[in-house]
C-alpha cells in the first residue's frame, strides 16, 4: 500500500475560472490556502485549494466494495464497445491475469486501472485509468499514473497504452488532452502505428493511436518487436486470431523501424 498525499492545487476547477493570484500545481502539506479567481464574467472570488490524501494499492478481491466502485467509475468512463463486462473483469482479476489498481481517499475508490502484464513480454498494457467523474482535473490522475509508471520502473517493465485515435469520434478535444495528458507523464507515441480496437461488447471498432512509456525511453523500436508485441496483446486481451481482418488492419501499417515522439 503507498500512501501519498496528493495535488493541494491551487488551480480552480478549469471551466470558467481564471486564476489571478498565484498558482502552484504542487504544493506538499498545504490545507485551506485561498486564491483569488476572477470568473470569465468578470466577478472576484476566493476559492480554496485542492487537496487530496490518496492511499495507492492492488485491489486483489472481487467480492468487495472496493472493486464495485471501481467498476462503477469503469463503467462511467468508458463506452460498452470499449470496454469488458463487470465479470469478465471479475474473472480475470481472480486469475491474476489482470492486475486492478485504486486509489482511495477516505476508503472510497475514487481513481481505477486495469494493469495486465503481457506473456513473453517486458511490458504492462495499462489497459484503462479512470478517476471519479466529479474529480477530474484535479491532478489525481496524474498522481495515479505517475504511481503505476513508478511501479513498472521497480518491475523493470515498460508500459504500452492505448488512446483513442484523436482524429476520430466527436469529442477531439479530450481526446487530444488524453494524449497530452500521457505525454506530460513521460510515455512517447509510436509515430505513423493505427490501430483498431475489436468492439468488446456490441459491435462497433475503435481506432486506436499505440503509446509507449520506457526508461530509458527507445528512440525506435523495430517494426518486427511493435508487430509481435500488439499481435500478442490482441490474442491475449481481445482473443482476435491470428488471421482476423482487424489484427491485419492493425499491423500492416507498422513499418520497418517505428519511432517514438
Ligand atoms: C484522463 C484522466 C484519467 C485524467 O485524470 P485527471 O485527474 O482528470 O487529470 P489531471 O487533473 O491529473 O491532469 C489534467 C490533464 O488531464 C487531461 N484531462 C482532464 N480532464 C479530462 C477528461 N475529462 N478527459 C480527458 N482528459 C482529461 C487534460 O489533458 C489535463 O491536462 P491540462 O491540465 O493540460 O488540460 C481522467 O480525466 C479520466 O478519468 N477521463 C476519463 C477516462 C479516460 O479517458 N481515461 C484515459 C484513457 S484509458
Known sequence: MVDRRSSARLRPPRKNWIPIGRQCDRLENLHNLATLVVTNQGSVSPIMAVQHHLTFARERRVASRGFNQAMKIYEDAFPLQERASRDVVADRIRSGRERLMVGREGGDVVVMALVWPVTGFDYLLLDYVAVLDRMRGEGIGQDFVRFLFDKADE???????????????????????????????????????????????????????????????????????????????????????????????????????????
Open 155 to 261: 518491475e523493470r517493465k515498460s508500459v504500452l497504452l492505448e488512446i483513442e485515435d484523436p482524429e476520430e469520434g466527436d469529442d477531439k478535444g479530450w481526446r487530444l488532452g488524453r494524449v497530452r495528458f500521457f505525454r506530460a507523464l513521460g510515455a512517447k507515441e509510436l509515430r505513423g502505428v493505427r490501430c483498431v480496437l475489436p468492439p468488446l461488447q456490441g459491435n462497433a471498432p475503435t481506432g486506436l493511436r499505440l503509446l509507449i512509456y520506457a526508461k530509458p525511453a527507445p528512440k525506435r523500436l523495430s517494426g518486427s518487436f511493435v508487430r509481435k508485441l500488439v499481435s500478442q496483446v490482441y490474442q491475449e486481451v481481445y482473443g482476435v486470431r491470428p488471421n482476423d481482418p482487424i489484427m491485419t488492419v492493425s499491423i500492416r501499417n507498422i513499418g520497418d523501424e517505428v519511432v517514438l515522439g
